[in-house]
């Protein structure tokens, strides 16, 4: 069975401090994918990133970065310099690559508030 | 970018009514498509994976007589829900992998907000 854990709930910042949302998962699997999506108050999910269970390298995008530690099953996205803009709810997710129907699990989700 | 549209984007109905949200999928075809439910505060909880041509396949405790799915062609897919009641109230999120795999990269569309009186 899949798990993604997201143990922080709710995180409130001031605009251009730095802030870092954990994500844990659990998968039997071998291959997989690892997602981050953010969630405006409009409900559309805002594709982030997604990453390769063969590909450890960390990456940078702008004020984003992920941190992909396969030996702690860990998959940390840090925002940089925080915005109003960024106040969202974000969500991790993994996907699996074997089987017939590949699912997407998605963790409960962490809702980021940034204060001017 | 591939582009998911649900209509409609919100909807009001009463109690004991049927409502009918669609998915297209509008610049590739979807053989696959995921619906998914969202209760207020919580996380995406996958209810169903729609198939064009075939039954869609339900996950477990979701009612399949409740939430009826048409997958009738490679770009639409529906979810009735019937006979609403106000705990079907929710939010309804399709997905779309472009191309036949399904582990090809899901594309979400905006979501439906269905609020049952």
């Known amino acids: 069975a899949q798990k993604v854990t997201q143990a922080q709930t709710e995180i409130s910042v001031v605009e251009k401090e730095d802030v870092t949302l954990d994500c844990v998962y659990e998968t039997r699997d071998t291959t997989y994918y690892l997602f981050w999506y953010k969630q405006p108050p409009s409900g559309e999910l805002v594709f982030l990133i997604r990453?390769?269970?063969?590909?450890?390298q960390n990456e940078i995008s702008g004020r984003y970065s992920w941190n992909f530690q396969k030996s702690t099953s860990s998959f940390n996205f840090t925002i940089t310099a925080s915005q109003v803009v960024d106040s969202a709810v974000y969500f991790c997710a993994l996907r699996s690559l074997t089987g017939a129907n590949s699912k997407l699990t998605f963790g409960k989700g962490i809702t980021l508030s940034v204060r001017p | 970018g591939a582009v998911v549209s649900q209509h409609p984007s919100w909807v009001i109905c009463k109690s004991g009514t049927s409502v009918k949200i669609e998915c297209r999928s509008l610049d590739f075809q979807a053989t696959t498509m995921f619906w998914y439910r969202q209760f207020p505060k919580q996380s995406l909880m996958l209810m169903a994976t729609?198939?064009?041509?075939?039954?869609?396949?339900?996950e477990q405790g979701v009612e399949k007589d409740k939430f009826l799915i048409n997958h009738a062609s490679l770009t639409l897919s529906t979810l009735t829900v019937t006979s609403a009641h106000p705990e079907d109230s929710s939010f309804y999120i399709c997905?779309?992998?472009?191309?036949?795999?399904?582990?090809?990269?899901?594309?979400f569309g905006p979501g439906t907000r269905l609020t049952v009186l």
């Open positions: 990453r390769n269970s063969f590909d450890e």
């Open positions: 729609s198939n064009e041509g075939s039954k869609a396949t339900y």
């Open positions: 997905s779309a992998p472009r191309g036949i795999s399904t582990y090809n990269e899901q594309f």
